[in-house]
């Protein structure tokens, strides 16, 4: 009862805490920390990716890298923060427009069976880790679209403490809904060109089919007269050997 209580006190204290202080893509939207890290625990943030597209019906995967020490001091006291609490917003925390998506472990009602987190060991180097908590969505609508933060919270002996990533614009496209793309019809100008074109070759091609008709004939001609020549030749040769 104890542990269910102190959860909802982190939550509280997490959502009426932190306030927009950056920009993701020029919209007023963005969170910050209500209790910066230690410097000890070298608590990191970041969002890699800031705009993803998918379809409708589809998937998307939304990405946080965190990079903290396991093992930090306070005051000469050891803190253990190997299970960071991750939280995932849409739009902004402490805002009007924001909307839980996924606290802790689970997803919020508008996201039941549509959202799971996954967390993969990126980087392990003495006491230095580096955790990649991916958040999938699942058969995606238009209305999933927007900007999605991620806000890692640490528990602490002396109070809660945590940062935030820069966000990731969602876009969901309906691929249904675009127009089909159409063959772009030739303009009038162009046809008529391409009419004068096809004329010209068909009229160099009859000329060039009259010119060798033409000659062939002349040859013909020519060739006919050549023999009428020969035969006349021949005979009057032939008469006058008889004679």
């Known amino acids: 009862m104890n542990s269910f209580a102190g959860d909802i006190y982190l939550l509280l204290v997490l959502v009426f805490t932190f306030r927009p202080t950056e920009t993701v893509d020029h919209d007023q939207c963005g969170c910050m920390a209500m209790s910066p890290p230690p410097s000890s625990a070298n608590l990191s943030v970041s969002q890699p990716i800031t705009t993803t597209t998918a379809n409708v019906n589809g998937r998307a995967e939304l990405h946080c890298d ?52 996954t967390v993969h060991e990126i980087q392990e180097h003495s ?29 602490a002996r002396y109070g809660p403490y945590g940062d935030c990533g820069g966000g990731t614009r969602l876009e969901v496209v309906d691929v249904s809904s675009m127009p089909t793309p159409t063959s772009s019809k030739p303009s009038s100008s162009e046809s008529l060109g391409k009419c004068f074109l096809h004329l010209f070759i068909s009229f160099i091609i009859m000329l060039l089919g009259c010119g060798a008709l033409l000659g062939f004939i002349i040859w013909m001609l020519v060739k006919l007269r050549r023999n009428g020549r020969t035969q006349k030749a021949e005979s009057e040769t032939g008469g006058f050997s008889m004679e």
């Not at 839980?100 to 996201?111: M, Q």
Request: net charge positive; glycine share 4%; hydrophobic share 35%.
């Open 127 to 155: 006491t230095l880790r580096r955790r990649r908590f991916t958040l999938e969505i699942f058969q995606l609508n238009v209305h999933d679209s927007g900007d999605y933060f991620c806000v890692i919270m640490i528990r």
């Open 66 to 117: 965190v990079s903290m020490k396991s093992i930090y001091t306070y005051k000469h006291i050891v803190y253990i923060t190997d299970n960071p609490i991750v939280y995932w917003y849409k739009h902004c925390p402490n805002s009007f427009t924001g909307k839980a998506v996924f606290s802790g472990k689970s997803a919020s009602e508008e996201y039941i069976n549509r959202a799971n987190q």
